[in-house]
């Protein structure tokens, strides 16, 4: 059971930071008891560890030593933890929900973008669900919260036995308060801060999953995850500075389709389609046309 630790909308006499991570401890007992699920996070394929580099590199060795489909690898703590483009994920340990998950997805590798679709929504749905919050989604594998970051995504693919693996690795702040980065609070956000009191990781953690099983089954039995997606997706519609490896370019982002890809105006009424890249918000695109 977990211990309610504040009245919501105040931290008053809220246990001190270490109590709080006592109290709400993760483990694989915890995990899988009442979890629901039919192969993802069963018992016998949950990994956890108190403290490791990258909850994705270790899903990986696991992936390339023949573990199942399902397979989740969560830590307290990441030391080497990492978003896209190689930044690095920060987090104080027990404070955030870090995990991977991998995937054997009976799909070809420009096909698995989808399975990013699928964790976003289920992180999102989840949040709604746990909190009261609302989420939205940044393309192209972030969840944002009032305009800050709430949640990342990587996915990692590779070949094993001839087969595709997917690994999708998820950061979701909690309960982290940045006092040790206080300049990260102008771009990122907790569900902590947002409600001002803190949030029980685990039933969060539970909803995701499920979420992301039922998800995944739905796509391998033909359901597109597209339509829920690019209805959450915040980016559409906004004046933006991409960055691609062949250069950078301010616009419009106007649509996605269903490979994830995302179409943006340009100032001379072109358009553009971006698979990877880095998207930044920028003030509305009529100031902004004069200095792109």
């Known amino acids: 059971m977990f211990v309610k630790l504040a009245v919501p909308g105040s931290l008053t006499n809220t246990p001190d930071t270490p109590t709080l991570r006592l109290m709400d401890k993760l483990s694989p007992e915890s995990i899988a008891a009442g979890l629901g699920t ?35 690898v969560i830590a307290e703590e990441q030391t080497a933890g990492r978003g896209r483009l190689g930044r690095r994920w920060l987090a104080p340990a027990g404070e955030a929900l870090l995990f991977s998950i991998l995937f054997l997805p009976p799909l070809a590798a420009h096909e698995a973008y989808p399975l990013t679709m699928v964790a976003s929504l289920a992180c999102l749905h989840a949040v709604e669900a746990e909190t009261g919050l609302h989420p939205t989604l940044k393309w192209p594998n972030d969840l944002l919260l009032k305009g800050k970051k709430l949640a990342g995504m990587l996915s990692e693919l590779g070949q094993v036995d001839d087969r595709l693996y997917c690994i999708i690795g998820i950061g979701l702040n909690v309960n982290v308060d940045f006092a040790a980065a206080p300049e990260l609070r102008t771009q990122a956000t907790s569900l902590r801060l947002s409600l001002s009191h803190p949030v029980p990781r685990l039933p969060l953690l539970q909803a995701i999953l499920r979420r992301i099983e039922a998800g995944y089954d739905a796509l391998r039995a033909g359901h597109s995850p597209y339509p829920a997606w690019v209805t959450h997706l915040g980016t559409l519609g906004q004046a933006v500075r991409v960055t691609t490896s062949e250069g950078s370019f301010a616009g419009v982002a106007t649509s996605a389709d269903p490979d994830g890809a995302l179409y943006i105006t340009l100032p001379d009424g072109s358009m553009r389609r971006i698979l990877t890249g880095d998207v930044q918000g920028l003030r509305p695109f009529v100031e902004t046309q004069g200095n792109s």
């Open 38 to 72: 039919r192969w993802l996070a069963r018992p016998d394929r949950i990994y956890y560890y108190e403290r490791t580099g990258s909850t994705n590199d270790e899903a990986r060795r696991l992936a390339l030593a023949g573990a199942p489909e399902g397979t989740l």
